[in-house]
């Protein structure tokens, strides 16, 4: 092998491996490129619709292939012999030997000069080694690369679950589409209701299995809205019969009745009600023979109709006193009975919701990037009492009560933890502490009125406020911010401490020495 | 064949160690000076030495005429000094026969190696003379071409403090100089040699150690180095830096530089480096050559604005940093 093919071979072999070397760097660094931009992608899907990840994803795409060509085209480049010539000389500090041989091979230099350079040059390369001047190594962005994949993986999965929330857990959970199913024959027998139909058909979305996760999230807020517009109609319904039972109580043939719709025997009192028509002899109502359970077929009235027919209904029994209105007595157990369509249709729900709440906590308390979890017990279905009032130890945490408990004078043992601290309850509120203090605006704004009236009197009787009596100079100077400061407080150039009064002054300072009186207490 | 080529490096690195050993016979310190006067001798350019007087300038170019053999002149530059001082002169000279005719009087600059001392304190009518002479290697007078024996080398020397009554060199005619050399104040130690050397009965003498002739060969081996494209590109550049119109001017170039290095310049840097290659036992010039040399070449080469001198900027620190910012060519 003469001298040139020495040389050559060297730097073909050394060419080689700084292909490979820079290969990898190329293909690291556009893995750590397409990694980064697929886990932005990732993040930012679940915010916007469907539309616009399909314009951002073929976006994507179209750069991503760039970025696959570039980093293609940059990584199969070859290096040239006086790269690698330069890679060898800047390793071994051959101070450019390599280099000068590779162009006087490629300039043909036959001169005398030349040729002992390329013999010196190929001795010199037979001593050297492609594996130490050039060893192959893994590029710091392949690291990266890796991060980047792993963080991926790990956001991909996180994100998953939490668009799972509520709706795209359902066909995918632990009973799937059976699950959906069950929840949706739980509904199939409810007389027509439009709360029932609305989470129906939000549970019919939520059932099938090519739901997107902004539609799932829609019917999930649509479900829960139609669950709570029922509990709202419940309330209203037990209210309503709370009103009739108080306007029976005063006549002693309805009392039974009025004890019975009190304690939530619904069904009984209504059938008292009935006993106390035929005893009267009063003719037969015009849906005669349906009981409440059979009255599925008979729509619900919204809540206003109801309590408007509470309302007369409670105000006609007032009037019962001498005789009994038949009529009358047939509003009241219609009324009995729509309430307790109402109430029906709420434990319905509930049941819904209590699944539906029992599933999600299961989903839920997979991910710990979830919130949800402190939602379900914060609003639980079925309340058990805690058995340490005031304080409920949740998962991640200890969720202190005390601040929403309020002390009231009906408070009974056993409400204890269902009651206490619910906002909607009846207990009054805690008194304040402390003196009371009067807001320091009112105060200013009272003196500015006072100080008004006392310079309008002194001026009428040509004489000047004692507490206040700005120089020939102040005045020149201050009369726009005086005039301004006479109408309000706030316009006042406060900044200049001869506008403010005296009086103005120490009913500031007053009140912030008695501001925290209470506290010293 | 590369026998011979290899006989004739090595005989290039063999004489010029004997010179510089004896030359530091008499010479204490200044090592670099000594290679840079002796790398211009051989690169076929010519020194200026700057510094201040009694530093050594003079001894070291009467000790470096010594160990090469050399035909030595001195010539005192003085403000009435006419160019044929320096050339020569024609005179009528009557022959045994009555017969007359002018014949020429060859002056100092028929030497070898030709030291012009204070060289900015002649006139530049005689700076010119000079000054052509090394450029063209020849004397004309009286019609007649005279050709200068070559190696023909001058040494000149100005005194960078005393500047009243002097005559600074123009701008093109420190451009004819090959390398610009600086001879810096000896620290105690060497001063210490040099009192030692020189306050004694008897002064260490030189051998001569270099024929006029091996001088010669020692050129043409210098010229015959190979230099690769990429290397003569990294010069290039180093010269492109310091002009400031270049788009590869370095930013203190832009700031500070009024005029940057002429083509006489990269010449400078490949035809020293070129030497420097062969003191290392080198067939081939590397970038390390070129930056070796690029301070004696170009310091001269740069001339500053006004800005630069208000500011007492050195051309060599621009140098220096231009020589940290042009990257090494990877390929």
């Not at chain 1, 020149?476 to 900044?495: E, F, K, L, P, S």
């Not at chain 2, 028929?110 to 005689?126: C, G, H, Q, S, Y």
């Not at chain 2, 009192?195 to 008897?202: A, G, N, S």
Request: aromatic share 4%.
């Amino acid at each position: 092998m003469n001298n040139q093919a020495i040389i050559q071979d060297l730097l073909r072999r050394v060419a080689t491996r700084l292909r490979i070397n820079r290969a990898s760097r190329e293909v690291g660094f556009g893995a750590c490129i397409a990694l980064f931009a697929l886990l932005a992608f990732r993040l930012v899907q679940p915010v916007f619709s469907a539309a616009t990840i399909g314009i951002a994803a073929a976006a994507a795409s179209l750069a991503l292939s760039g970025l696959v060509v570039l980093v293609l085209w940059r990584a199969t480049r070859p290096a040239t012999p006086m790269q690698a010539a330069g890679a060898a000389d800047a390793k071994a500090d051959l101070k450019d030997e390599l280099k000068s041989a590779a162009w006087i091979i490629s300039e043909g230099d036959a001169s005398t000069f030349a040729q002992l350079q390329l013999s010196r040059a190929a001795r010199r390369a037979e001593q050297l080694a492609p594996r130490t001047l050039v060893p192959l190594a893994v590029p710091r962005s392949a690291g990266l690369a890796l991060l980047l994949a792993l963080v991926f993986l790990v956001t991909d999965r996180s994100v998953s679950m939490a668009s799972r929330d509520w709706a795209s857990v359902l066909p995918a959970g632990i009973e799937g589409q059976a699950e959906a199913e069950s929840l949706r024959a739980l509904l199939d027998d409810a007389p027509p209701d439009p709360l029932i139909e609305r989470l129906d058909q939000a549970l019919a979305v939520l059932e099938r299995r090519d739901v997107t996760s902004e539609a799932a999230q829609r019917a999930a807020i649509e479900a829960r809205e139609a669950v709570d517009a029922t509990d709202m109609r419940a309330i209203e319904a037990r209210e309503g019969l709370n009103r009739l039972a108080e306007a029976m109580k005063g006549d002693p043939r309805y009392e039974a009745v009025a004890r019975a719709l009190e304690q939530g025997r619904t069904e009984e009192a209504a059938a008292m009600l009935e006993d106390i028509r035929q005893e009267l002899g009063l003719a037969p109502r015009p849906d005669e023979g349906t009981t409440p359970g059979d009255a599925v077929a008979e729509g619900v009235r919204s809540e206003q109709e109801f309590s408007k027919a509470v309302e007369e209904s409670a105000r006609e029994l007032g009037n019962l006193s001498a005789s009994v209105n038949e009529e009358t007595l047939n509003s009241v157990l219609k009324n009995i009975e729509d309430a307790q369509k109402m109430i029906d249709a709420q434990n319905r729900v509930r049941e819904v919701n209590r699944r539906m709440n029992d599933f999600l906590a299961a989903s839920s308390q997979r991910s710990p990037l979830t919130a949800s979890r402190f939602g379900n017990q914060a609003n639980p279905s079925n309340p058990t009492a805690s058995p340490q009032t005031g304080s409920t130890t949740m998962q991640g945490g200890t969720m202190f009560r005390q601040g929403a408990v309020a002390r009231g004078d009906d408070d009974q043992a056993s409400n204890e933890g269902n009651k206490a601290g619910a906002a909607s309850g009846h207990s009054a509120a805690a008194p304040l502490e402390g003196a009371a203090t009067e807001r320091l605006e009112a105060k200013l704004q009272r003196e500015n009125i006072r100080l008004r009236e006392q310079v309008e009197q002194d001026d009428a009787q040509g004489e000047k406020s004692w507490f206040y009596s700005p120089t020939e100079a102040g005045q020149a100077q201050t009369a726009i911010a005086g005039v301004r400061g006479r109408d309000t407080y706030a316009g006042a150039d406060v900044m200049s401490p001869e506008l403010i009064p005296m009086r103005q002054r120490g009913l500031v300072k007053e009140y912030f020495t008695n501001l925290h009186e209470s506290e010293k207490r | 064949m590369n026998t011979v080529v290899e006989r004739q490096i090595e005989d290039f690195r063999s004489r010029f160690q004997h010179v510089r050993d004896e030359i530091s016979r008499i010479i204490v310190g200044n090592d670099d000076v000594v290679d840079n006067v002796m790398t211009c001798l051989l690169a076929r350019g010519h020194v200026l030495l700057e510094g201040i007087p009694g530093v050594g300038k003079t001894k070291l170019v009467q000790t470096m005429a010594d160990a090469m053999h050399l035909k030595f002149s001195r010539i005192q530059f003085t403000p009435d000094l006419m160019p044929g001082d320096i050339i020569g002169t024609n005179i009528v000279r009557e022959d045994e026969s009555g017969h007359k005719a002018f014949e020429f009087q060859h002056g100092p600059i028929f030497a070898n190696m030709v030291l012009a001392d204070e060289i900015n304190r002649a006139t530049p009518k005689t700076q010119s003379a000079l000054l052509e002479a090394m450029q063209e290697n020849s004397v004309s007078a009286g019609g007649t071409t005279h050709a200068l024996d070559q190696p023909f080398f001058v040494l000149a020397t100005q005194n960078p403090i005393e500047m009243e009554g002097t005559y600074p060199l123009p701008e093109a005619q420190m451009d004819r100089f090959l390398f610009k050399l600086r001879l810096d104040f000896p620290g105690a130690a060497e001063l210490n040699t040099i009192l030692d050397r020189t306050t004694r009965q008897k002064e260490p003498t030189v051998n001569r150690v270099l024929e006029q002739q091996q001088i010669l060969e020692m050129r043409d081996t210098a010229r015959g180095i190979p230099v690769a494209r990429p290397v003569q590109d990294y010069a290039i550049k180093i010269a492109l830096a310091t002009h400031p119109e270049s788009p590869d001017a370095h930013e203190l170039t832009k700031k500070y530089v009024r005029f940057g290095s002429s083509p006489r310049g990269i010449q400078a840097l490949i035809l020293g480096a070129k030497v420097r290659a062969l003191m290392n036992d080198r067939v081939h010039v590397s970038c390390e050559d070129i930056r070796s040399v690029a301070l004696p070449a170009l310091r001269h080469r740069v001339l500053l604005n006004f800005e630069a001198e208000a500011e007492r900027v050195d051309p060599d620190h621009i140098l220096e940093r231009i020589l940290q910012w042009v990257p090494e060519p990877k390929e």
